[in-house]
């Protein structure tokens, strides 16, 4: 390491000495939430900062949130054939979500990005409390999730705060413009976001058998989540990148339903 490094303190250095001024603001930190020990899946947070397990009602219908961000439609086409995994399993039911565009119309112009479907509604962070699982769906921007999903994740504060989202089952699926661009990063990645809120990553694994190892043709996915190869923005998501997309919609109800309601 070249002089001036960071990771090896200066034995010249003189230690900092407090002034005695430590008024300096920290953030708020999140409230510590004991747990109760009862045969119940269900986490909910209450008023008195404890999480309490219950069991769901078997009559009540479970809530998959799928959230994505898509700018040519290849998310979105995820989103939709997962929603049909979703809703093939008795008792759940998927819900589709945007986030908020941070990009101006103009630039999305010259992007030649086609228009959002309007009759998918756009989330708030707060609404996030609702949903018994989750499942968030966005582009790769260098192997990372894209901005406009990121700036949502970082509207989450006061949930985080109040640990709302504490406990829920959560996956992702992802699109990238090539086979190295990010696949399994792009997803690997984003499980930060889920670890700071208290929230159980669910991957899919090799759980779809031997459509996870077929060779015969270029696909998306990996054992992180569904994903698809948008290349220059021309293609459109295979069956196969469609049918494990469906799978992973009926991999999560299925846990979801076995956590709230077994």
């Not at 504060?157 to 709302?164: A, D, F, I, V």
């Not at 670890?195 to 990553?201: E, I, K, R």
Request: proline letters at 6%.
């Amino acid at each position: 390491m070249g002089k001036g490094g960071g990771c090896v303190p200066s034995k010249k250095q003189k230690p900092p000495v407090a002034t005695g001024n430590t008024s300096a603001a920290a953030p708020s930190a999140p409230r510590e939430i004991p747990v109760t020990s009862e045969e119940t899946v269900d986490v909910d947070v209450v008023a008195d900062s404890t999480v309490v397990v219950e069991q769901q009602p078997s009559d009540q219908t479970l809530k998959v949130f799928i959230v994505f961000y898509s700018m040519y439609g290849h998310v979105e086409s995820l989103a939709k054939r997962m929603k049909k995994g979703v809703d093939g399993i008795d008792g759940v039911e998927a819900v589709l979500y945007r986030v908020a565009e941070t990009l101006p119309q103009e630039v999305l112009d010259k992007m030649h990005a086609p228009p959002k479907d309007e009759s998918i509604p756009i989330l708030t962070a707060a609404e996030l409390e609702k949903a018994d699982g989750l499942l968030f769906g966005f582009p790769t921007r260098y192997g990372a999730m894209a901005a406009q999903m990121k700036a949502f994740f970082d509207s989450t504060g006061q949930l985080w705060q109040e640990q709302k989202l504490a406990g829920k089952p959560a996956g992702f699926f992802v699109s990238t413009g090539t086979q190295g661009g990010g696949q399994e990063t792009t997803a690997w990645t984003a499980i930060t976001q889920l670890a700071h809120h208290g929230m159980l990553f669910v991957p899919i694994g090799y759980t779809f058998g031997a459509g996870m190892f077929s060779m015969d043709e270029v696909k998306g996915g990996s054992p992180y989540g569904a994903g698809v190869y948008a290349g220059d923005g021309s293609r459109e998501a295979s069956e196969a990148e469609l049918s494990l997309a469906e799978h992973q919609g009926k991999y999560m109800a299925s846990i979801v339903k076995r956590m709230f309601t077994s």
